[in-house]
């Protein structure tokens, strides 16, 4: 990927899995009722605090919280930025 951002400190840069479409048993969701993806795909890490370094990598797939982060568009692409501490798990 060849992104020209790089987060600082302990932030890292996340793209959210794409929003359900249909539901198990097959019902479509419209675009207004569809939830905000809490999953995502790690696509670049800051360098860390000097006590506290990052546990991310780059393409480690994680959950955090439904409001966690600043929404980011780059090169059409969005993008959530936020601290490492706002990441729930590695999945």
Same mark, same amino acid.
Do not use: C, F, H, W
């Given at each position: 990927? #060849?992104?020209?951002?790089?987060?600082l400190?302990?932030? *890292?840069? @996340?793209?959210?899995?794409?929003?359900?479409? /249909?539901? $198990?048993?097959?019902?479509?969701?419209?675009?207004?009722?569809?939830?905000?993806?809490?999953?995502?795909?790690?696509?670049?890490? #800051?360098?860390?605090?000097?006590?506290?370094?990052?546990? *991310?990598? @780059?393409?480690?797939t994680?959950?955090?919280? /439904?409001? $966690?982060?600043?929404?980011?568009?780059?090169?059409?692409?969005?993008?959530?930025?936020?601290?490492?501490?706002?990441?729930?798990?590695?999945?």
């Amino acid at each position: 990927m #060849g992104l020209n951002i790089k987060p600082l400190a302990d932030r *890292v840069l @996340v793209e959210p899995a794409p929003a359900e479409t /249909k539901t $198990a048993s097959g019902l479509i969701i419209p675009d207004n009722a569809k939830e905000k993806p809490q999953k995502g795909t790690v696509v670049a890490v #800051g360098s860390g605090k000097v006590d506290e370094p990052l546990t *991310v990598k @780059v393409g480690d797939t994680v959950l955090y919280g /439904k409001y $966690a982060g600043t929404d980011l568009k780059l090169d059409g692409t969005d993008y959530l930025i936020m601290r490492e501490a706002d990441i729930l798990a590695i999945i």
